[in-house]
């Protein structure tokens, strides 16, 4: 590996001087000629029948160009694909899911018709005047009451709404529950959110008629899955389509599923030969595209009298929405149920998760997925055991901590964590917050009438998804490797192109650094290229926090594959044996002799001019690169938030937010704090403000940004972030992956803070979002 300053350096990203001056190229952006535009006729129940459809209003309007419904494109494109049906007994039940329905409305806000016009304008004045008849039919929201019996069914041959039931067991869960002197129970609600991306969903289709080649513009984070669903529902071979995604305005997991309108869109192009945009507004986004989390969790801790923990039970009732998204199966089960114990040595651990269905829109991995949920379930049950046991939280943690020493790990579930120090991040993270300072503050506050709570939350994630067997056995239709291709031109300039799919990450900028350190040349000479299946070799996209340890191991294993030819030609340049030559700061040089070298610029030249190639070798340096790592990553951190609740009117301010996390190596320092600072203030705004609800009929209440609150800049606090580093010994880089971390940890921290402010009044837990006027109302009814 070459040693340079480049990995590791705080290096602006290469992305932002397009992105921040407008120069970015965003599926909305692009406008062929002749383009023609879709706008969607959307239920307005949550369950219905659809007696009929009336399109002749519509169908009379100038510059209308036609409208489909379900039954003009039923036998010509196939159901939405789920793309992972978990492994469970009984078999997972996965109903049919068409991209316009036929009969019947599911969800509020399911597209029932398409219509297509010239301009945008006359394609939303079109679409309300679509006369549907429907017939209202009963509904069901929430995923207790969808599994009672008589509640109302989704679909015939999905009974109680039940489509799957999935039981994760490892070690002796009864005896370590008959062993415990204490047990604590909890029921805990982990509730739905709208992921919320600064850019909606849209695709702009192109078909030629010639080829029979589909070019499709899609919000997507990952083309090639995109592409293969795409394939399925259309009946089209993938080789004869082409899904781009070069700018991609965030998508915190609602833009990795293929959605049926997508296929809807691109049967429209190839049906009137014709180019078709479609771009939703913020409402359709909140309506129709997935929602996160929506869990209702009955869980049971068992503990000794000592806080050390022992045993956990797990009953988690996972609402999946109207249909089985591209993903969701996998979310609530094997990315919750595998990170139950957390940080700890809990030896035996039993989970069962009901996967149901409801007339929601459907849920699908957010920031996170499924970890966050993990998480604050143990690290909420960590805090409600401490003030049973009225022993300090911080202590209860440093007696279950995994040591340093017992690394890898594995836990009770089968899983294995690659490496780590809890206790190290554990111990920052307090002396930063300056833990024992706070808990004399506090004492002092409470003889002063003042409500003030500290909160800790100590986590593990997996990451860097993911070793294909392991993911093949949960279910997941594919494997979970990633490529990368490597071109070095004549000039010494480098192409690289990657089968994951940046949407804000930095990874353009990252991946460069990579490359310029393996080859000891400026940043400014590497291009990295992503988000075209018509360019870019298969790859199955940005998710998991997977894009710099798989795809970025699958560059600096490339990389190292371009160097080792690189070698040879150089030993046949300066007519040494190669095993002769050092290879350090972008120079190949005799040992001893460091005068005596020729660049890497050098023999990028001489590989195409063919007289220094070994026999038999190639002209060219490149290499290609599927990597298939080997285990997961696991990073961790402990973050401890200090909050004062206003006792008259219960708003929460928080005083000190710290984290300290290990992400392993790190390529870009400034990456990784903008990624922690952005998934904190995600995690925050769960705990206290943001909130997905519907009423019992099936309406969202929060279908716009006037309903549903996101926090700027002036609600967020600042944050003091720190790092320790414990590189994963298998990957390729030593690197983890940052892009949930904050999320996950920061949650459980607040909710455990304000608790903790709370708990003088005997209170163990409240649900979030921890708003203000329940806040009040709690501290009211305690002080009667």
């Not at 414990?726 to 940890?745: Q, R, W």
Request: proline fraction near 6%.
């Amino acid at each position: 590996m070459a040693v340079t300053a480049i990995f590791g350096a705080r290096v602006k990203r290469k992305e932002d001087p397009r992105l921040i001056t407008g120069k970015g190229l965003y599926t909305a952006d692009i406008t062929p000629p002749g383009c023609l535009y879709v706008a969607f006729v959307r239920s307005p129940y949550a369950h219905a029948r659809i007696k009929s459809i009336n399109a002749s209003k519509a169908t009379s309007m100038r510059g209308v160009v036609a409208v489909f419904t379900g039954k003009d494109i039923k036998g010509k494109l196939n159901p939405v694909p789920t793309g992972w049906p978990i492994k469970t007994d009984p078999p997972i039940k996965i109903p049919t899911y068409y991209p316009l329905p036929i009969d019947k409305v599911r969800y509020q806000g399911e597209a029932v018709a398409a219509v297509v016009a010239e301009n945008p304008y006359i394609a939303r004045d079109a679409a309300e005047a679509i006369e549907v008849e429907y017939e209202p039919l009963p509904t069901v929201v929430n995923q207790e009451e969808a599994i009672k019996p008589g509640a109302p069914l989704l679909y015939e041959d999905v009974p109680n709404n039940i489509s799957f039931i999935w039981n994760l067991k490892g070690g002796d869960v009864e005896s370590a529950f008959k062993e415990a002197d204490v047990i604590v129970e909890k029921r805990l609600i982990n509730h739905r959110l709208q992921p919320t991306p600064m850019e909606p969903r849209a695709i702009v289709a192109q078909y030629n008629a010639v080829t029979g080649d589909l070019t499709c513009h899609i919000t997507t984070q990952a083309p090639h899955i995109h592409r293969l669903l795409l394939s399925m529902m259309l009946n089209m071979p993938e080789h004869k389509i082409r899904v781009i995604a070069i700018d991609v305005g965030g998508g915190f997991g609602s833009k990795i599923p293929t959605y049926g309108i997508d296929a809807v869109v691109c049967h429209i192009a190839k049906e009137l030969r014709r180019p078709i945009k479609f771009v939703e507004d913020r409402r359709e986004n909140y309506l129709a595209t997935t929602h996160g989390r929506d869990h209702i969790q009955y869980v049971q801790l068992a503990a000794k009298k000592d806080g050390r923990i022992i045993g956990l039970k797990v009953t988690s009732y996972a609402n999946l929405g109207a249909y089985l998204s591209t993903a969701a199966p996998g979310v609530p089960t094997y990315l919750f149920g595998l990170m139950l114990s957390g940080a700890y040595k809990i030896k035996a651990v039993d989970c069962t998760v009901y996967g149901v269905l409801t007339n929601t829109a459907p849920v699908d991995a957010y920031r996170g997925a499924g970890r966050p949920e993990a998480t604050y379930l143990i690290e909420r049950m960590v805090d409600i055991l401490a003030q049973r046991l009225k022993t300090d939280p911080a202590e209860i943690r440093r007696i279950n901590f995994i040591r340093s020493n017992e690394f890898p790990y594995t836990t009770c579930t089968g899983i294995q964590y690659d490496s780590g120090n809890y206790e190290e991040a554990f111990e920052k993270a307090l002396e930063l917050a300056e833990y024992k300072k706070w808990r004399e503050e506090q004492a002092k506050a409470r003889t002063e009438g003042r409500l003030i709570g500290i909160g800790l939350s100590s986590y593990v994630e997996i990451c860097g998804l993911g070793p294909s067997r392991a993911v093949r056995g949960t279910g997941f239709a594919l494997g979970l490797y990633d490529s990368a291709i490597i071109r070095v031109h004549p000039s010494g300039k480098v192409t690289v192109l990657t089968g994951t799919s940046p949407h804000g990450q930095g990874e353009e900028t990252a991946f460069a650094q990579i490359v310029a350190e393996e080859f000891g040349i400026p940043i400014e000479d590497v291009e990295v290229i992503h988000g075209d299946t018509g360019m870019i070799q298969w790859g199955m996209g940005t998710y998991g926090s997977r894009t710099v340890p798989v795809g970025g191991g699958a560059i600096a294993l490339a990389a190292r594959k371009v160097l080792d030819k690189a070698k040879k030609i150089a030993a046949n340049m300066l007519e040494v044996r190669e095993e002769d030559l050092v290879f350090e700061r972008g120079k190949f040089y005799v040992k001893g002799v460091p005068t005596r070298f020729v660049t890497f610029q050098q023999v990028a030249l001489a590989s195409y001019q063919g007289e220094y190639l070994p026999a038999g070798m190639e002209p060219g340096l490149d290499a290609t690169v599927f990597y298939d790592p080997e285990n997961f990553t696991f990073p961790f951190g402990t973050h401890v938030c200090i909050v004062e609740v206003d006792k008259e009117t219960g708003q929460i301010k928080i005083l000190k937010y710290v984290s300290v996390d290990d992400c392993g190596r790190q390529i870009n320092p400034m990456i990784v704090e903008g990624q922690v600072h952005g998934g904190i203030t995600q995690g925050i705004a769960q705990a206290l403000w943001e909130e997905a609800v519907y009423d019992s009929n099936g309406n969202l209440l929060t279908a716009s940004l006037n309903d549903y609150v996101i926090p700027t800049a002036v609600e967020v606090p600042n944050f003091i972030n720190d790092f320790t580093v414990t590189p994963s010994p298998h990957n390729p880089l030593g690197v983890k992956g940052v892009g949930e971390t904050g999320t996950i940890a920061a949650t459980p921290a607040i909710v455990n803070a304000v608790v903790d402010a709370l708990s003088y009044l005997g209170i163990d837990h409240i649900d979030m979002p921890l708003r203000p006027e329940k806040i009040w109302r709690i501290i009211k009814e305690k002080l009667k």
